[in-house]
């Protein structure tokens, strides 16, 4: 089992910035994956971002390249969410991921093992 905690979230203003986090712990040492997803009220929950820890590269949804970035810190066991010129329809819970398998950043739900709690992130007009 892999436990999953986002912390980083809040309130901010258009054209801000935000960090999320993703602490993991438990069997972390399989895993393959790590990825951001979103839920807006009334939509479904969508891919963000993912990295693959072998390699650190990553993959973007297309209405975030250019502002958002992920990374991860394998000591601590840690990805973040670098959010920058943060815009209204970025408000969502963000859900971090873990899958244990798999060779390529996995962007659907059903790919993922593990998922946190989900952090509020709120960016006001």
């Known amino acids: 089992q892999v436990q999953l905690v986002e912390s980083g979230g809040g309130l901010v203003q258009a054209g801000g910035s935000l960090r999320l986090s993703c602490a993991a712990s438990g069997r972390t040492f399989n895993t393959a994956t790590m990825g951001w997803f979103r839920q807006a009220p009334g939509k479904e929950r969508e891919f963000v971002a993912g990295t693959k820890w072998s390699d650190n590269s990553a993959d973007y949804t297309d209405s975030v390249k250019g502002r958002f970035t992920i990374s991860r810190d394998s000591a601590k066991n840690t990805v973040y969410l670098q959010m920058n010129s943060l815009k209204p329809e970025d408000t969502a819970v963000y859900y971090c991921?873990?899958?244990?398998?798999?060779?390529?950043?996995?962007?659907?739900?059903?790919?993922?093992?593990?998922w946190g709690q989900g952090t509020q992130v709120t960016v006001s007009s």
């Open positions: 991921a873990a899958r244990s398998r798999g060779t390529r950043i996995a962007t659907r739900q059903w790919e993922y093992d593990y």
